[in-house]
């Protein structure tokens, strides 16, 4: 392929670090090509995300099969979560929650699904996950798409956390 020919297809945001940096780690932990253009509000093909998409995958040296079909974004269901799924996604949640600042700094609006600050911190929180945890993306309770929409709906109050009557631990639930 032609210096040329690459320069042309290099998507505008393959230029910025930090933008560059999110898209890698949006792509490792969850590689659906519908998904990562809504999360960071991409405008470019489907075929330029898909194929950037890969070759992020293949420098990593994880495997670069992509998820097929539409995925959460049009399908999730909080209340179909299983129990253990529910209890990672509490402590998920209560991870990206915790904050000394009420999550004023996440508030702004972005160009995609959320914006760029959350995304950053619930990239962080769900990897620390991972690594205390020592899974790995493929092997984890609940995938990252999963947890955006979680978080989703818990903004949308589609869900809500519970205190247990006997031990006081919080929990996610579907009943309002």
């Given at each position: 392929?032609?210096?040329?020919?690459s320069?042309?297809?290099?998507?505008s945001w393959?230029?910025?670090v930090?933008k560059?940096?999110?898209?890698?780690a949006v792509?490792?932990?969850?590689?659906r090509t519908?998904?990562?253009k809504?999360?960071l509000?991409?405008?470019?093909?489907?075929?330029?995300?898909?194929r950037?998409?890969?070759q992020?995958r293949?420098?990593l040296?994880?495997d670069?099969?992509?998820?097929r079909?539409?995925?959460m974004l049009?399908?999730?269901?909080?209340?179909e979560?299983?129990?253990?799924?529910?209890?990672i996604?509490t402590?998920?949640?209560k991870?990206?929650?915790a904050s000394?600042?009420?999550?004023v700094?996440?508030?702004d609006?972005?160009?995609?699904?959320?914006?760029?600050?959350?995304?950053d911190?619930?990239?962080y929180?769900?990897q620390?996950?991972l690594?205390s945890?020592?899974?790995?993306?493929e092997?984890?309770?609940?995938t990252?798409?999963?947890?955006?929409?979680?978080?989703?709906a818990h903004v949308?109050a589609?869900?809500?956390s519970?205190?247990?009557d006997?031990?006081?631990?919080?929990?996610l639930?579907t009943?309002?």
């Open positions: 392929m032609s210096t040329k020919a320069t042309r297809a290099a998507p393959a230029s910025d930090e560059l940096a999110r898209f890698e792509a490792r932990l969850a590689p519908s998904f990562v809504a999360l509000g991409l405008t470019e093909t489907d075929a330029v995300v898909r950037a998409i890969q992020s293949e420098r040296n994880i670069s099969r992509l998820s079909g539409s995925g049009a399908t999730f269901n909080p209340a979560l299983r129990p253990e799924q529910r209890y996604c402590v998920l949640l991870s990206l929650l000394d600042d009420s999550n700094a996440l508030s609006s972005g160009q995609g699904l959320l914006n760029v600050r959350l995304i911190k619930m990239i929180v769900f620390r996950y690594n945890s020592r899974l790995t993306v092997n984890a309770g609940i990252f798409e999963a947890f955006v929409m979680v978080y989703r949308m589609e869900i809500e519970i205190a247990c006997n031990c006081g631990a919080k929990d639930t009943r309002l």
